[in-house]
């Protein structure tokens, strides 16, 4: 499976759940299933990879503004949601995290920016397939978020920092 595939997969698997963040990963997981084991293993070790790639402070800001607040394990299913959106979305919010504002328009705070099940789709679907738990891919997760670190509690640091996240999600001007 190649990036190609591994999007095209996500987008399929997205419309096909009508983006309702629990019902993409069913539909993913049964996707996965027609697959070889191989396969599901390179759309594994590409989803991690992605995963890794958005552990940043400034989209930790900016899932911060989008949720109202992110633990750790919200921003993990943070990421987990971001990958799902597809490549365009995602591409775009690693570019630059406050044009989210515009990359999901229709973002509704109740049902989206956690879907923790989706990142969970190929460990439970190679089980599915082998009766075995997925190996581990040999990619090593980061200690600690790149870029730089700032408030999250500073209302006035998102603001300025996520103008346009800010004024959609934030409750208007810090």
Request: aromatic letters at 12%; one cysteine or more.
């Amino acid at each position: 499976m190649d990036e190609t595939e591994f999007w095209e997969l996500i987008d399929s698997t997205r419309e096909a759940s009508g983006g309702d963040p629990e019902d993409h990963a069913d539909v993913l997981v049964e996707r996965l299933v027609a697959l070889d084991p191989d396969a599901v293993q390179y759309f594994a070790r590409h989803f991690e990879v992605r995963f890794n790639r958005a552990y940043r402070w400034d989209l930790w800001g900016a899932a911060t503004v989008l949720l109202g607040g992110a633990s750790d394990d919200a921003f993990d299913f943070f990421r987990c949601w971001l990958i799902g959106q597809g490549r365009e979305v995602f591409e775009g919010a690693l570019h630059d995290p406050d044009a989210l504002a515009e990359l999901v328009p229709d973002f509704d705070e109740e049902e989206d920016g956690d879907a923790e099940d989706l990142g969970y789709a190929a460990d439970e679907a190679y089980e599915t397939l082998t009766g075995t738990p997925m190996p581990d891919l040999g990619l090593p997760a980061p200690d600690e978020p790149e870029g730089t670190v700032f408030d999250f509690e500073d209302e006035r640091v998102l603001a300025d920092r996520f103008p346009r996240l800010w004024e959609r999600f934030g409750g208007g001007p810090a």
